[in-house]
């Protein structure tokens, strides 16, 4: 059933099996040729196998990505904002299953994706593992990282493979309106009291390391950029969304009277790159190895989450059956 006799989860990258070259060539074109794969396409199992691994840590990071927005739903300021901050957290989880979905077709179970984010097994973004510790943050989030999801997911949503492009697509346009929610949200903070401006001012200078490090290590160390532009799965490599994000919103945010806290940060004139200090990826690779300010909590409300949610699983695979829920 599976291109290159491969079956999710069997074996790691050092055991793949050595591709029928033809094949390999054939598949190579069509992608040239700006042809989309499909899931019953033949296609070599390292493809496979990185497509599973970046689809499904999307989808992780948007169930995830919906806790630190989420825990603001109750004190957000007035029914508008609630209202605002509930459906986008809706959205995000939504996004999550249309994302599991996309993985699906590549021969990995949703179960085996859930067990593998709780077990930390599979990574989710780096960003989802900071508090927003207050109502700026989570309109810093909803701006600027949702900013950077959609410079993301726009461009690799020309990408090669079909499911997951229309994914990305429905998603983007979704991510379009918290884009414009965040920045109202963080408009009003910044034209605020002083009280609020310095809140904003605070919570971006929390935000914009992990921001940085949102689009991934920098290219000269990352392992899987060369593949995966090859394939065009990616249609852009880390440092080049990073900058794109840079050029886009620096002077956005320097228009509210923020200040970002980079004292380098600067467009070099002859190349036309910003030079911006070292984000610290020590610190990244800490947080996306499990030990960030807030991993343990993220997967411990996902596994409660899990757990309470089992007899609806249960009940829906064995309808005639009675279930109690864990509460009664
Ligand atoms: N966080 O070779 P590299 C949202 C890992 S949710 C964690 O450059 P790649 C939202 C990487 O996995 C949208 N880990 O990797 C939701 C690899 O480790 P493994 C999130 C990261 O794949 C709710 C290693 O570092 N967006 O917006 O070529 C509310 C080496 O990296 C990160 C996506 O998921 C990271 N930031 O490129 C609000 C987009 N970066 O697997 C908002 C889809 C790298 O070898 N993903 N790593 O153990 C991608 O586009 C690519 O996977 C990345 C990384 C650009 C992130």
Redo the contacts with the bound molecule.
Sequence with gaps: MYGGGYIPGSASPQEAPKEDPEKLAEFEEKINRGEKIEPHDWMPYEYRRQLI??IE??AH??II??LP?GTWITRAPGFKRKLALMAKVQD?VGHAQLLYSAAETLGKSREQMINDLLSGKS?????FNYPAKTWADAAI?AWL??AG?II??TT?SKGSYGPYCRALERICWEESFHLRYGYDTVVALATGTKKQRQMVQDALNRWWRPIM?????PDKI????EK?VRWKV?LAT?DE?RQQFLNMYVPKIRELGLEIPDPILHKDPETGKWIYSDPDWDEFFRV?NGNGPCNKERLAVRKKAEMMGQWVRRALRNPRQQYVTPLA
Excluded: W
Excluded at 222 to 225: A, D, F, K, M, R
């Design positions: 691994r970046m840590q999307h990071s948007e990505g919906a927005e995000e990574k989710y973004s780096n960003v989030i990282v949702d999801a993301n997911q690799n490090h949102f689009f991934g290590p990352s392992v899987h950029t995966l990616k880390n969304m996306i």
